[in-house]
């Protein structure tokens, strides 16, 4: 604390973008305590949690504290509001990839036997036909993406058990039909080194019986970490405004 705390004059806003989420939870409250704050925060069901535990800590140091600002959360949240504002009868539905699942790819990784490995989230090309058709059906998870992993297993490892372990994880997994390809390291280097990623938000409704209408808001990243990191950024110079005004606590 005391090493830090020795910078705290002279940072405009310290951006917490590393770690696992659970680490960042630990971080932004910890960091909002000495610092104005930005973190990309991406566990959707924990945000409420998390935004009370950083409001608190922001508020009790007078600091502002910007949680769960990537681009999803953050900026295809945003789009979210705006749709249903627009278009108040109507349904969201959000596709991400293809691209690299970082978190994904790091739960593969725990796995005892696994050497690397990449996880691609892949859209069902047949669900976001039908959604971009104007369908506004309640799609199951399986039913919108899929799971492509490759794999670099270590010297000896039993390749059926970690398959079947990748296949069967809870709430990475288990909810979708998923493939696994075994490749060396080479080939991981070689074809799999980039970290792209892909996604969409559609907004399908009415804005009168029989007159449906759409709004789609659409990304296509050649780096995913490079991009979120465009979003900090904006999101740090706001958090700066906000501070200089003399405003307080957390906000999304």
């Given at each position: 604390?005391?090493e830090?705390?020795?910078?705290r004059?002279?940072?405009?806003?310290?951006?917490?973008?590393?770690?696992?989420a659970?680490?960042l939870m630990?971080?932004?409250v910890?960091?909002?305590?000495?610092?104005?704050?930005v973190d990309?925060?991406?566990t959707?069901?924990?945000?409420p949690?998390?935004?009370?535990a950083?409001?608190?800590?922001?508020r009790?140091a007078?600091h502002v504290?910007?949680?769960?600002?990537g681009w999803?959360?953050?900026?295809f949240s945003?789009?979210?509001?705006?749709?249903?504002?627009?278009?108040?009868?109507?349904?969201?539905t959000?596709?991400?990839g293809?691209?690299v699942s970082?978190?994904?790819?790091?739960?593969i990784?725990?796995i005892?036997?696994v050497?690397?490995a990449r996880?691609?989230?892949?859209?069902v090309?047949e669900?976001v036909?039908a959604?971009?058709?104007?369908?506004q059906?309640k799609?199951?998870?399986r039913?919108?993406?899929?799971r492509?992993?490759?794999v670099?297993?270590?010297p000896?490892?039993?390749k059926?058990r970690?398959?079947?372990?990748?296949k069967?994880m809870p709430n990475?997994?288990?909810?979708?039909d998923t493939?696994v390809?075994?490749?060396?390291a080479?080939?991981m280097?070689?074809?799999?080194?980039?970290?792209p990623?892909a996604?969409?938000?559609?907004r399908s409704?009415?804005t009168s019986?029989g007159?449906s209408?759409s709004?789609?808001?659409?990304l296509?990243l050649?780096?995913?970490?490079?991009?979120t990191?465009a979003v900090l950024?904006s999101?740090?110079?706001?958090?700066?405004r906000?501070?200089?005004?003399?405003?307080?606590?957390?906000?999304?």
């Amino acid at each position: 604390v005391s090493e830090m705390a020795q910078y705290r004059d002279l940072v405009d806003v310290c951006v917490n973008c590393g770690g696992s989420a659970t680490d960042l939870m630990e971080q932004g409250v910890f960091t909002s305590g000495l610092f104005n704050t930005v973190d990309s925060f991406d566990t959707h069901a924990r945000i409420p949690e998390h935004f009370d535990a950083v409001d608190a800590a922001a508020r009790r140091a007078g600091h502002v504290a910007f949680i769960s600002c990537g681009w999803d959360p953050g900026l295809f949240s945003m789009l979210r509001v705006l749709g249903d504002a627009i278009l108040p009868r109507s349904q969201a539905t959000t596709f991400w990839g293809r691209g690299v699942s970082q978190g994904h790819s790091d739960a593969i990784r725990r796995i005892e036997g696994v050497a690397d490995a990449r996880q691609y989230t892949v859209p069902v090309a047949e669900t976001v036909a039908a959604v971009r058709g104007g369908s506004q059906e309640k799609y199951t998870a399986r039913q919108m993406h899929r799971r492509e992993c490759y794999v670099v297993a270590k010297p000896g490892a039993d390749k059926a058990r970690i398959e079947a372990e990748i296949k069967s994880m809870p709430n990475y997994f288990a909810d979708y039909d998923t493939n696994v390809t075994f490749i060396t390291a080479e080939e991981m280097q070689r074809d799999h080194a980039g970290l792209p990623h892909a996604g969409e938000v559609i907004r399908s409704g009415e804005t009168s019986p029989g007159v449906s209408q759409s709004m789609i808001f659409q990304l296509r990243l050649d780096s995913n970490p490079e991009f979120t990191g465009a979003v900090l950024a904006s999101v740090a110079r706001a958090c700066v405004r906000k501070a200089t005004r003399g405003e307080r606590g957390a906000f999304t």
